[in-house]
């Protein structure tokens, strides 16, 4: 069964700060992994998407990597801000015919002044 | 331009009523999905149109649940003699061809008594 998990569940820190969030797939077969950020209330809005022969890509203060060997991914937020308080969401894409995307539960992060 | 829309943002019924969600996508986009996002899951993969082609509805959860694309453009969601456990945050996305980034829209969230 096609799974994506996501660590921690909930992160707490101080505006300025850096945080790193964690995402383990078992998705085939691969096609392509995006993070979304979705703001409470509204829906996802796309960060990134990687395929997998790119292990990073930059979105201003957000960087997200790939390791497709390991099947995992990380978003790194740099300097963070009072409105990066969002849940952030690993997905992972599979060809079958129609692309499917696998969906993990996100972490919500909330950034404190 | 204008991004997706859904309407209506809110919607409360009672058990056994029937209820119809409607999503706007961006203009030109050929795929159109709609997902489920119940509280503390990730999103749900309900159904998919691409284009012309046949929709894939491999995710919709029962027969109580049915989706038209009309035109190429506007899509409603049905859902037929609720139930309580279909209270959740409906979620319309559209993307220019599949695999390209998805844009989502603000969400439906359905409230059944």
């Known amino acids: 069964k096609n799974q994506v998990e996501q660590s921690p569940q909930s992160l707490i820190i101080l505006e300025g700060k850096n945080c790193t969030l964690q995402?383990?797939?078992?998705?085939?077969?691969?096609?392509?992994l995006r993070w979304y950020k979705q703001d409470t209330g509204r829906g996802p809005v796309s960060l990134t998407i990687?395929?997998?022969?790119?292990n990073t890509k930059s979105n201003g203060r957000y960087t997200a990597t790939l390791d497709a060997d390991t099947k995992q991914s990380s978003l790194h937020i740099t300097a963070s801000q009072l409105s990066d308080s969002a849940s952030y969401i690993c997905?992972?894409?599979?060809?079958?015919?129609?692309?499917?995307?696998?969906f993990g539960t996100g972490t919500r992060l909330t950034i404190i002044p | 331009g204008a991004g997706v829309s859904q309407s209506p943002s809110n919607k409360v019924t009672e058990k056994g009523k029937d209820v119809e969600l409607r999503c706007d996508p961006i203009?030109?986009?050929?795929?159109l999905y709609w997902y489920r996002q119940s509280l503390g899951q990730g999103l749900e993969f309900l159904i998919y149109?691409?284009?012309?082609?046949?929709?894939?509805k491999s995710g919709l959860p029962s027969d109580r649940f049915s989706a038209e694309r009309t035109g190429g453009s506007v899509s409603t969601l049905t859902i037929q003699r609720t139930q309580q456990e279909d209270s959740a945050v409906y979620l319309c996305?559209?993307?220019?061809?599949?695999?390209?980034?998805?844009?989502f829209g603000p969400g439906t969230r359905l409230t059944v008594l």
């Open positions: 996305a559209s993307t220019v061809i599949t695999g390209r980034e998805q844009f």
């Open positions: 995402c383990n797939y078992t998705v085939s077969p691969f096609s392509n």
């Open positions: 990687m395929t997998f022969s790119e």
């Open positions: 997905v992972v894409g599979s060809n079958f015919g129609n692309e499917k995307l696998t």
């Open positions: 203009s030109g986009h050929t795929a």
């Open positions: 149109f691409q284009g012309n082609s046949a929709p894939d």
